[in-house]
């Protein structure tokens, strides 16, 4: 069946901000604000996730603590992308019974994607007696009634049922930074590459419409923010479910032409629609980051079939230099799997000479971990954990001679750099193509584009003084 987009309406938002205060009215009776923390696994999109629930915990008269042992409420909000993820969570879960303990008040929540995994729900209410709230991603914006139903007596809550997913406009949002923002413009994958258990736990592609993503954009840029960076799992399907025919490059545009000094990122984008268009809006848009992060997978044209990602090799290659062609200063990152089932020594090489020869600026390198419900959790899988340790190991070693030389390349040069943080009595900041900068300045240059000339380098970052 067709999936509908469908927007959470204008009346339930506002009975929600409603039970917002009455939350900030109970809590207002009370000596002192209570507190509340938001601990975040995973993507940036559940970053920004977590950004909206402060939001809403800071509208109903909380203050954020960093502490487990003082928060009057916890909120976990989880990855399940891979198991290692999933069992930090767990782990860290089980360890809460303490602060529960301690603090029988406490309310402990989870939701994020793993609480959308079958049978999940389930285990955290039988294993778990001490986490009060389950919920999933789809009614993340529902927080206040479920909050407000366990401050006035209610049982437990588990909201974790199926659904394609839903766009809530107007959450109020705490943001982390003061300079950099995520504006996501997409929820959702339809993608279903053969491993990747997201488009089951974050249901079906759905865009934001361009006048909510522009207004937002816009009062960003008002209130200062210098680094917008636009999410979305695959943000080249921006617009397929509008009626209004604009695309993800169309959109770039727009939100260039917003008038300030700002640079707009983005990310993912899948290489089956990457193309000609975006990369020469990207060139002709100036507050556009030379960075694209294009995540290849494999380098074998078998794994890559099998990963049903919908490219080839050559497909991919032929990509990189069109990018190149259009922006020969491009930054390329890029993610990558070794070890997906069946993926033999020579197809492991494959990934190794593309690598090679694109010679990606970084590279995020995972091994594959088989995620239940997934096609790839069923199929045969004859190499050892060692033998795949070995592959990555070798990768990344690769990958880091290729990094350091590239960083090595930038020594000599001036380039603007985006002071956007502290390192001990040092400023860091971001290129355009996202590389991390450490140089000397005073703590009023932060929120602001500095011309730094490149005089270090190592694997991960560079070092230079202002100009
Ligand atoms: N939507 C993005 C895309 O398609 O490029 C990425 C989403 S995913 C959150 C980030 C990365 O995790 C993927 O690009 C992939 O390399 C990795 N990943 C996803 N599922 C995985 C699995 N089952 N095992 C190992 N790595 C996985
Ligand atoms: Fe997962 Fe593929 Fe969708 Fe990315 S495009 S979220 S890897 S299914
Ligand atoms: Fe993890 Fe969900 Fe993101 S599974 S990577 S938090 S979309």
Redesign the pocket.
């Known amino acids: 069946m067709k999936y509908v987009r469908q927007e959470i309406t204008p009346e339930e938002l506002s009975r929600q901000a409603e039970l917002m205060e009455r939350v900030a009215e109970l809590n207002s009776s009370l000596d002192a604000p209570p507190l509340a923390l938001v601990d975040t696994y995973?993507?940036q999109q559940n970053e920004a996730d977590s950004e909206k629930l402060r939001g809403m915990l800071k509208k109903m008269g909380y203050a954020m603590t960093k502490s487990e042992a003082e928060a009057d409420v916890i909120v976990i909000n989880t990855c399940a992308?891979?198991e290692h993820a999933e069992q930090r969570v767990l782990g860290n879960v089980g360890a809460l019974t303490h602060t529960k303990r301690a603090k029988p008040s406490q309310i402990i929540c989870l939701c994020g994607c793993m609480m959308q995994e079958p049978g999940m729900a389930e285990r955290i209410k039988s294993s778990y007696p001490h986490v009060r709230m389950v919920f999933g991603p789809h009614v993340l914006w529902r927080f206040p009634e479920y909050l407000l139903r366990l401050l006035t007596g209610g049982k437990r809550v588990f909201a974790t049922e199926e659904s394609d997913g839903v766009i809530a406009e107007g959450l109020p949002s705490e943001r982390d930074s003061s300079v950099k923002a995520w504006l996501p413009i997409m929820y959702g994958?339809n993608?279903f590459?053969s491993?990747?258990?997201?488009p089951y736990v974050r249901g079906r592609e759905r865009s934001r419409a361009p006048e909510d993503v522009l207004r937002e954009a816009r009062e960003l840029i008002r209130a200062g923010y210098k680094d917008i960076t636009l999410l979305g799992?695959?943000v080249n399907s921006y617009g397929k479910d509008l009626e209004n025919g604009i695309d993800f490059s169309d959109l770039i545009e727009q939100i260039n032409d917003i008038p300030g000094d700002f640079l707009i990122r983005f990310m993912?984008s899948?290489p089956k629609d990457a193309g000609e268009k975006l990369f020469s809006t990207m060139a002709r848009c100036e507050k556009c980051a030379r960075h694209i992060h294009l995540?290849f997978?494999s380098g074998s044209n078998r794994v890559l079939e099998a990963m049903n990602r919908r490219y080839t090799r050559e497909s991919y290659l032929g990509l990189v230099d069109l990018a190149r062609k259009y922006m020969p200063d491009v930054v390329l990152t890029s993610?990558?799997?070794v070890g997906f089932p069946g993926e033999t020594e020579e197809e492991f090489e494959d990934t190794l000479s593309l690598v090679r020869e694109v010679r990606f600026d970084a590279l995020?390198t995972?091994?594959?971990?088989?995620?239940v419900g997934?096609p790839?959790s069923k199929m045969p899988d004859p190499y050892t954990r060692e033998e795949k340790q070995r592959r990555f190991d070798r990768l990344v070693e690769a990958q880091n001679a290729i990094s350091e030389e590239k960083h090595r390349s930038y020594i000599g040069k001036t380039l603007r750099v985006l002071a956007d943080g502290e390192d001990g009595d040092m400023l860091t900041g971001r290129t355009s193509g996202g590389r991390l900068v450490r140089f000397a300045g005073s703590r009023e240059l932060l929120g602001r584009f500095c011309d730094v000339e490149i005089t270090s380098s190592n694997t991960w970052a560079l070092g230079g003084a202002l100009r």
């Not at 491993?195 to 997201?198: D, H, L, S, T, W």
């Open positions: 995973g993507c992308v891979r994958c993608n590459c491993y990747c258990i997201v799992q695959n993912t899948h995540p997978q993610d990558v799997i995020f995972f091994i594959f971990s088989p995620r997934t790839a």
